[in-house]
């Protein structure tokens, strides 16, 4: 049993509307065994991961996925509901799982529900070598395993403040990108977008966190506020320290002026040596030390977010309690076994540590660390303490307050203001209490896990402050699916978009553009250059081309669409890529789109392709037709039903909904289309009517409409050629679909002007592909060249047979088969009219090229 | 000579607009002066014979105390030039034979102080016939001045901030600057600003992170990778082709990076000295070109620069160590970032270099071979930097604003590399290679060659958009009586209008109502702190002249000053004031400092106050009681605006219009109109708010809601109930004020009038007998005691005065209460009978106040006072103020 391939598939995709890992896990000689054949496997397996007793699997009831094991299950099943538990056990709960069998005997697609790729597979992994191990009969150390993978998990996910603040986005619809390895998250797209490292956000600036830093400067300037902090001053030396101690009156608190976290912070000092031993360990931190006037109490940390106080928490001391048998140390080890304490920011409680501080605080309660206390005894280790009480709905509002004026006259919008009080809920004058310090990118641990009280919806509280309510985070996203035309549609709904004063991003098979700007000529109909338009600041309207088998291989990334316009599901595009074994999955792909179109969104559908009618059922939100029949059933019934449809009547583009007619755009008055060398032949009518139902969802005005019909039509990407009276277009009609949709096309524009083809083998056709574009050239051209490459693929090798009418021309590459053109030009003749149909981008670009260069005259 | 008393006043004073030194010189002995002359003239160093000879030409200063004054003045100014200060000519005046008041500018406090400590030093030296090292002196001065003055960077936004009538101050020795008042503020940090993110800020320190997000928008930069060992470096160099550059991924000012490696060799040396610096490495594609640096504010290129490394050009006879020094003898060549140029360097990366081009700091390189000391081009390793500003190709420009909008910047410097700026990137194959958080404007505003820009200007047009100069209405009150009470009136109205309203009094500094400081809060250290609190939309400041004389204004512009009274003056005799006339002028400093939109507030009936309209650059307002006042009148038929009562209701009068704003007898301060004094105070409010564009809807509802009770304005005129009896609180302790009281007292109804008083011991003798005979001619009784603090003059003086003002025939009714305050308080109250009328002039006020309080609750069944803490009065709740 081996995994051949992992796919990682962002966003939603043919299985979910969600994340999913999809390994193709080839069982080798287990294909023949189910779980049940194995001995003791499913013993060892329900041993090890007793926990799956919840997998209700196919059976529905508790225990149903070891009924099924039982009753003897194929190992990619397995493999699926161990990699959801490993997952699971680790912290990071997920539920969906599928397995599939490919066209390839033993082979199956195994699909799990993902939050952390890199986690995922280990987990994928780990899940496979503990199967492997239960069949065996060998040792796996489940727990060790387990913890390795959590460690991982923490890793890799976002730290808790962060994703605090991400999951509040999530709750409210806000979607995000995490735009670094750690905790840099953008959440919202495009213009919308806002970012946040932790508890920073995209409005706290980098000189109020200076302020923030520089204890002196804050004291000054709070004190002009009248958020009085303790008395204090900087101190040069041990002895200035002293004396400064004197001065403010003992006792006093020694720390480092830029002191973050209490590290090297002395508290609660009566006497010289004290004073003077704390200013060495403050010293260490090496940016000056301050002595302050000690207030009395215990610290307190108040959140403030922008104009309030969101949450505050208190806690004690750090402290163990004697019990007359163990020295302080081995008290100390004692407390760091709780569960609760660690290192990580994660965990409520950190881990004891008895460093000079806590020596030296030893030595002052008349203890070292070797000494026993007695039962009882409380003895203090460190003085700031773990805050681990909520105090929230306590906190007095005049001290919430003065932590608001704090935060704001340091200038941050976030903020933690430690705050020292007998008790929080009385106000600090009555008290001798005192806010000590302002903290820049507070942790949130202490808020979102008290070990008492209250955990406080401190996300939330940030995520409100960053995207006021109403507000969404989003650019509205239209995706453009289907076999064919959707490169020109998705190009032309850009236009329209453009024409009415949006920045558009658009990531399509032509390229990568927002606004006037192209970023890319690639293909960019690619999850990855749909990221780059969500990062992009300044793009306020996306348009993505979203390619069938892209979706199939990567996901789309954007978690939902505005509008999903699906051109048609035509036949023959990527079949013979690996276990793309049949239409369905391709249909699915092309829905991916339709599924996640907002609850006020719209799929705007093809009513005169019935496969794509029905994509209506899958829509959450309404949907919008568009046909060239206006008697069209599928219309009829929709309109009937309250619906719109957007229809051809006549040269009319018309939008109906209800009674209400409203003619968008005459292409009969659009001069251009008829100026056009090849007229206004049925491809360009079909891709504008699907553009122009897409325009009109989007509520854009029929002047911007034909402002972008216009537009878009003058940069077609296809480019017809005319030398000495031939006419030559190059243009992409890579599956039959479009092949088909061409040769109907010339067939009404040309009429009787002899038809010549250059076609290049597409490396994903199968064999009834090519046989199906051989018909198709044998029925529309006189004569075919095909240009095959080295890599095409083995199920159209035998070519010659399938095309038995055409010349094949086998080169490497289509610069080669350059000179084909060249030879097919030659014997032409005068009015002949010849269809370059390179499989690929490079190919047309080369072609244009090239027919430039020859100084033929293009036509549009 | 000696300096006697050197007070440094910090804004807008007596004597002029500008910060100045005021020092009282002494002279200190009968030392003759004409030796010392003839000395000096020998020993004072050529930069400074200039100064000299301008006070020896005008003959009758020299060989006098008054010469010897002039001299002292001038070397102050001479100093603070040399050290590197724009000032303007000391003045000196005489104060009598052997007292003179110097006046002489500074720009850096503290090196004012310096130079007047030089000069008086120098003096001191020369009579004594003791050498001093003048040169290395004003060496020194200068030094100190280049390290406590602003950098040119943040000197640059300060005065496109000033240039715009934007306020600024610095809020700490560095260069943290606040331009702007109150919540208008904002704040600068030398190219940093209150918007610059911190996010974006560890974003731009994260190279990687910066180039992936460049990348996804479609900017240019030089593809590369991180890389783990001095291996993986060499083997991405080759991934990526030479050359290729090496450097740490954190960092910044070019520490650390080596250029243009090809071989294996360099690169592995190169990731060394990168990983010395942070422990990440990357490697990246080398872009060819110069390295320029773009400067965009607020979405725009605002500079750009050719940035050069630094070289030193051989001439075949100095080795490379002379020639880097004969190079740092220019003088534009600083040892910090204040100059327009730094010094070169031969350190380890320096001498590195020279190694690679087969060199030491001993050779000789032939004539004019140029010896590059460093790759990088940082002025603050030695480059230089030419303006390029205006060939910079626009679509160059648009991809650098792309990638500071995309790092999320609002100020950005921009690295580039290209062969040619005036050619779009795509063309030259350049690239951006850095985002710089806080970049240097060093280069742009003093670059070595080419047109400086104006980037301070930038910086404050990005943070203040046109129009905006960061101001917040300031109100101003002066004068001898009702200050406080005017002062708060004014704050209500203006805190009824929806404004969070600072304020300044006597009584402490109040913001939105929550008190901040206590104490006498009316000088300009309270001012300037409400000016800098953040929450703060209106302020309302009291003056008082003490502030104004100790250290000047601490605003530089107001919106409305007004000016209560001058009235017989109060405070004579000290800090130099000794008639009224004087003292008028010192009140006139804020309506000197009226801004051209701006209004005075007048008071009609004072001739000293009406002569100040004269001073106003905005419009003034006059304001009386009494409606025919001939001062009124004419402002009127000027078409002025006015505010009087006429018919039993405070009118606003502008030109022919009068506009009724509220009957008196819905106005509790004035007890239905009965308290001509706090009539005045409302009329002076009404014209403030007026002036502030309240509605007069707006001012009626404030001043028909404001009240003074013990709580909200403790020692302004509150009345309590005792036993029947009245007792009235009250600060006022000047002549004003005494008139003011009785005038009230007497229309309300009383059996008796009584008075604890005691005079303040710093008044002038005349003061002091002349409120004693005010006193002894209207109360009954009178209960006197000694102040605490009797002010420098010896104990019984001040009741001797006293007694003195009296007169013989009334002394049988003053009681003298030794043992201070509270115990005459105690006794005058003890002695009240049902109908007796108290005045208490309480001095201690709040100890005073709680003791009336306590004495009150005792044995004392009123029910209005019987709740701790808060004392009511009998009629109605009477709140007021005579000081």
Request: with cysteine.
């Amino acid at each position: 049993m081996h995994i051949r391939k992992i796919l990682t598939l962002v966003g939603p995709n043919i299985w979910a509307n969600y994340s999913v890992l999809e390994a193709w896990l080839d069982l080798d000689h287990y294909d023949t065994k189910p779980s049940s054949t194995l001995p003791g496997f499913v013993d060892r397996l329900t041993a090890w991961l007793p926990s799956m007793i919840e997998h209700r699997c196919s059976e529905g009831v508790r225990g149903g996925f070891f009924m099924r094991l039982r009753d003897g299950t194929w190992l990619g099943h397995v493999l699926e509901h161990v990699t959801l538990e490993l997952q699971s056990l680790a912290h990071l709960p997920v539920g969906y799982g599928r397995t599939r069998e490919t066209s390839e005997r033993g082979v199956y697609r195994v699909v799990v529900e993902c939050l952390e790729p890199t986690f995922a597979e280990a987990c994928l992994r780990t899940g496979r070598e503990l199967i492997l191990a239960a069949i065996d009969d060998t040792p796996f150390d489940v727990k060790a395993n387990l913890r390795r993978l959590r460690e991982l998990a923490d890793q890799v996910c976002l730290g808790p403040s962060t994703q605090a603040i991400v999951s509040a986005a999530k709750a409210r619809g806000i979607p995000h990108v995490r735009i670094s390895h750690g905790n840099l998250v953008q959440l919202g797209y495009g213009k919308a977008q806002r970012r946040i490292w932790a508890a920073e956000t995209a409005q706290t600036c980098a000189l109020a966190e200076s302020i923030a830093q520089d204890k002196e400067l804050t004291r000054q300037l709070l004190y002009s506020v009248g958020v009085a902090m303790p008395a204090g001053r900087a101190a040069e030396d041990r002895e200035d320290a002293w004396d400064a101690a004197e001065e403010l009156g003992l006792p006093v608190v020694v720390k480092p002026q830029d002191a973050n976290h209490g590290r090297g912070v002395s508290i609660c000092l009566e006497d010289r040596d004290a004073v003077m031993t704390a200013f060495d360990i403050a010293s260490r931190e090496g940016s000056g030390v301050l002595v302050e006037r000690f207030v009395s109490g215990t610290q307190h940390r108040v959140l403030v977010v922008g104009n309030q106080a969101v949450a505050a928490s208190g806690g004690e001391a750090e402290h163990v309690i004697g019990d007359d048998t163990h020295t302080v140390e081995e008290l100390v080890a004692q407390a760091n076994q709780d569960p609760n304490r660690g290192e990580d920011s994660a965990q409520p409680l950190t881990t004891l540590v008895l460093d000079d501080i806590s020596l030296e605080l030893l030595r002052r309660q008349g203890l070292d660390k070797t000494a026993i206390p007695a039962t009882g005894r409380k003895v203090i280790i460190h003085y700031n303490g773990d805050l681990t009480v909520d105090e929230t709905e306590r906190l007095h509002p005049d001290t919430a307050a003065s932590c608001v004026i704090a935060a704001q006259t340091v200038g941050l919008d976030v903020a933690g203001i430690d705050v020292i009080a007998e008790d929080i809920a009385r106000p600090l004058e009555a008290q001798d209490g005192a806010i000590i310090e302002v903290n820049a990118s507070p942790g949130l641990v202490m808020h979102l896990k008290p070990l008492v009280g209250k955990p406080r919806p401190v996300g939330e509280a940030i995520l409100n402050h960053l995207f006021p309510i109403g507000e969404t985070g989003r650019v509205p996203l239209l995706a453009v699916s289907g076999t064919n035309g959707k490169t020109a549609v998705a190009s032309l709904i850009s236009a329209m978009w453009s024409a009415s004063s949006r920045t558009v991003g658009e990531a399509s098979s032509r390229g990568l553009r927002v606004g006037s700007r192209v970023l890319s000529n690639a293909d960019c109909a690619t999850a990855a250059s749909v990221r780059r338009l969500l990062v992009n600041p300044f793009v306020d309207a996306m348009v993505v081309e979203t390619d069938e088998i892209r979706v199939i291989r990567e996901g789309v990334l954007f978690d939902r669409c505005e509008v999903a316009v699906v051109t048609n599901l035509g036949s023959g595009d990527h079949m013979a890529e690996q276990y793309v074994d049949d239409r369905t999955l391709i249909g699915k792909a092309i829905r991916t789109p339709v599924d996640v179109v907002a609850l006020d969104g719209c799929a705007v559908l093809n009513a005169d392709d019935p496969d794509v009618a029905t994509m209506a059922e899958k829509c959450r939100g309404r949907t919008v037709y568009f046909t060239k029949s206006p008697t069209s059933e599928v219309a009829r019934k929709h309109l009937e039903a309250g619906g719109q449809v957007v229809f051809l009547e006549g040269s009319t583009i018309v939008a109906q909904e209800k009674r209400q007619r409203r003619a968008i755009v005459d292409l009969g008055d659009m001069d251009f289309l008829h100026d056009r060398p090849l007229g206004a032949h049925a491809i360009v009518v079909e891709n504008v009517l699907a553009a122009t139902a897409g325009g009109v969802v989007l509520g854009l005005t029929p002047t911007s409409i034909r402002a972008g019909i216009q537009a878009a039509l003058a940069e077609t990407e296809d480019a017809l050629f005319e030398t000495n009276g031939r006419r030559l277009l190059v243009t992409s009609a890579r599956n039959p679909s479009a092949f088909a949709a061409w040769g109907s096309a010339l067939g009404d524009v040309l009429g009787q002007a002899k038809r010549h083809a250059i076609l290049e083998v597409a490396t994903d056709w199968r064999p009834e592909d090519a046989k199906e574009m051989s018909r198709l050239a044998a029925e529309n051209f006189a004569s075919l060249t095909l240009v095959v490459h080295d890599d095409a693929p083995p199920t159209v090798q035998n070519l010659s047979e399938i095309f038995e009418h055409a010349k094949l021309a086998r080169e490497n590459a289509l610069s080669a088969a350059i000179d084909r053109i060249e030879r097919i030009i030659g014997a032409a003749g005068t009015s002949d009219f010849i269809f370059v149909a390179p499989s690929k981008r490079s190919g047309k670009d080369l072609a244009n090229e090239h027919c430039t260069k020859r100084n033929m005259v293009r036509l549009s | 000579m000696k300096a006697d008393n050197i007070r440094t006043l910090r804004g807008p004073n007596r004597w002029s607009d500008d910060t100045l030194l005021e020092v009282i010189a002494v002279a200190d002995s009968d030392l003759a002066t004409p030796a010392t002359f003839g000395r000096l003239r020998g020993s004072i160093p050529k930069e400074l014979a200039d100064v000299t000879q301008a006070v020896w030409d005008r003959s009758e200063a020299t060989d006098s105390y008054h010469g010897e004054a002039c001299l002292v003045a001038e070397l102050t100014a001479a100093f603070q030039r040399l050290a590197g200060c724009e000032i303007g000519k000391p003045t000196v005046h005489t104060l009598d034979s052997r007292n003179f008041r110097i006046l002489v500018q500074y720009q850096e406090e503290e090196v004012g102080r310096r130079a007047l400590a030089l000069a008086f030093d120098l003096l001191v030296a020369v009579r004594e016939d003791r050498q001093v090292d003048l040169a290395a002196a004003i060496r020194e001065l200068r030094k100190f001045n280049q390290s406590v003055r602003l950098g040119p960077s943040t000197g640059a936004i300060v005065r496109a901030a000033e240039a715009r009538g934007i306020p600024t101050r610095r809020l700490t020795e560095g260069s943290l600057v606040m331009l702007g008042y109150g919540s208008r503020q904002r704040r600068i940090w030398a190219a940093e600003t209150d918007r610059t993110s911190a996010i974006a800020e560890s974003i731009a320190q994260d190279k990687e992170l910066t180039k992936s997000l460049l990348g996804a928008i479609g900017v240019p930069v030089p593809e590369g990778r991180s890389v783990e060992s001095a291996e993986e470096a060499w083997t991405a160099a080759q991934e990526i082709g030479v050359p290729v550059v090496v450097k740490p991924r954190k960092g910044n000012q070019g520490r650390g990076v080596s250029v243009r490696l090809t071989t294996r060799e360099a690169v592995m040396a190169a990731y060394e000295i990168a990983v010395a610096h942070d422990g990440e490495v990357m490697v990246e594609r080398q872009v060819e070109g110069c390295d320029f640096r773009l400067l965009v504010i607020g979405g725009r290129l605002i500079a750009a620069a050719r940035r050069e490394p630094p070289t030193v050009m051989g001439d075949g006879k100095h080795t490379i160590t002379e020639l880097v020094d004969i190079e740092n003898q220019d003088p534009r060549r600083g040892e910090d970032h204040a100059t327009s140029l730094s010094k070169l360097r031969l350190d380890a990366i320096g001498r590195e270099m020279l190694a690679e081009q087969g060199l030491t700091v001993e050779s000789i390189p032939e004539a004019s071979k140029v010896v590059v000391l460093r790759r990088n081009a940082n002025l603050s390793t030695g480059g230089s930097a030419v303006d390029v500003t205006d060939e910079v190709h626009p679509l160059v420009a648009e991809r650098a604003i792309d990638a500071a909008a995309m790092v999320g910047l609002d100020v950005a410097g921009i690295d580039v590399i290209t062969s040619r700026i005036d050619q779009p990137l795509d063309i030259t194959r350049g690239a951006i290679v850095e985002v710089n958080a806080a970049p240097g404007l060093r280069m742009h505003i003093e670059p070595s060659e080419g047109t400086p820009r104006p980037v301070g200007e930038a910086m404050v047009n990005s943070i203040f958009p046109h129009g905006e100069n960061g101001r917040i209405p300031i109100v101003a009150v002066t004068g001898t009586n009702g200050k406080t009470t005017t002062t708060r009136c004014v704050a209500h109205l203006l805190q009824m209008s929806g404004r969070r309203v600072g304020m300044t009094c006597t009584d402490g500094i109040y913001v939105e109502n929550r008190r901040l400081d206590t104490g006498d809060c009316s000088g300009p250290k309270s001012a300037r702190a409400v000016l800098g609190n953040p929450r703060v939309d209106a302020a309302v400041l009291e003056t008082a002249r003490g502030g104004m004389l100790r250290e000047g204004l601490g605003f530089d512009w107001c919106d409305v000053a007004i000016v209560t009274n001058v009235g017989e003056g109060d405070h004579l005799g000290m800090g130099g004031i000794h008639t009224v006339e004087e003292l008028a002028k010192v009140k006139a400093m804020p309506i000197r400092r009226v801004s051209a939109q701006g209004a005075a507030v007048l008071n009609a009936d004072d001739p000293l106050v009406v002569e100040m309209a004269k001073l106003c650059r905005g419009s003034v307002i006059f304001f009386s009681r009494h409606p025919e006042s001939p001062v009124l009148v004419s402002h009127r038929n000027k078409g002025g605006k006015t505010v009087t009562v006429r018919d039993g209701a405070i009118v606003l009068g502008v030109g022919r219009e009068e506009r009724k704003v509220a009957r008196l007898t819905d106005l509790p301060l004035t007890l239905g109109g009965k308290i001509g004094f706090q009539v005045d105070n409302l009329l002076a409010a009404v014209a403030a708010g007026h002036a502030l564009g309240l509605s007069i809807d707006g001012i009626r509802t404030g001043i028909e809601t404001f009240m003074n009770d013990l709580k909200t304005v403790p020692g302004r005129f509150n009345v309590v109930a005792h036993r029947g009896a009245t007792i009235i609180l009250d600060y006022g302790h000047n002549s004003s004020a005494l008139v003011a009281l009785s005038e009230a007292i007497e229309k309300m109804p009383h059996r008796k009038r009584k008075i604890v008083y005691t005079a303040a011991g710093d008044r002038r003798d005349e003061d002091i007998r002349r409120q004693a005979k005010l006193i002894g001619d209207f109360f009954h009784e009178i209960y006197i005691y000694e102040d605490q603090c009797t002010r420098g003059r010896p104990d019984g003086e001040v009741m001797q005065l006293m007694r003195e003002g009296f007169g013989a025939d009334r002394r049988e009714r003053v009681v003298l209460q030794e043992s201070g305050e509270l115990a005459a308080i105690g006794a005058a109250i003890a002695s009240l009978h049902s109908g007796d009328l108290l005045l208490c002039q309480v001095d201690q006020v709040e100890l005073a106040l709680d003791y009336v309080t306590s004495l009150c609750r005792q044995g004392d069944g009123h029910p209005a006072a019987s709740h701790p803490g808060k004392v009511k009065s009998t009629a109605a709740v009477l709140p007021a103020t005579a000081s």
